[in-house]
């Protein structure tokens, strides 16, 4: 396992994961299903390589895409998000709505298919979530959604794929 991977990863009594980028809390995805996943073991420079500079700084260092800058922005077909690092869905396209951020924006989430922790990086906890399986940082979750669920998931648009149906 590389440097970085057993940085980022730690596991706590084989069920929950914590991340350590922003905070020592656990993410909730547990019992954790992909604990070991391939796409677990695959190197940064792998991971770069893969990904790209925009997408591997995302996914891979909790970084941030500019506002507006997603194309994933205007998708409106019907179909589904995947993680961008290892296709696991993540959002069904009837759950995404414009939340004027500039982000891609859901209401719902394949919840089995995330785990979250609390990010302190700008000084107010928020909650951060990411790829259950390879354990790329997607965004944060926010309760200022509209109906029924009033939950956001805001999401770095380089972080998914869109599959048509």
Known sequence: MDAL???RTVLLGGAALA??????EAADASPDAWANSPFRRISDAEWKRRLGEASWRVLRHE?????FSSPLNDEDRRGVFVCKGCALPLFQSAWKYDSGTGWPSFTRVMQANIGTKTDRLIGIARTE???????GHQGHLFMDGPPPTGRRYCNNGVALTFQPA
Not at 63 to 67: A, M, N, R, S
Not at 129 to 135: G, I, P
Request: with cysteine.
């Open 19 to 24: 991340l350590s980028g922003c905070g020592p």
């Open 129 to 135: 979530y990411h790829c259950a399986r390879c354990l």
């Open 5 to 7: 991977l057993q940085r």
């Open 63 to 67: 970084g941030t895409e500019q506002p």
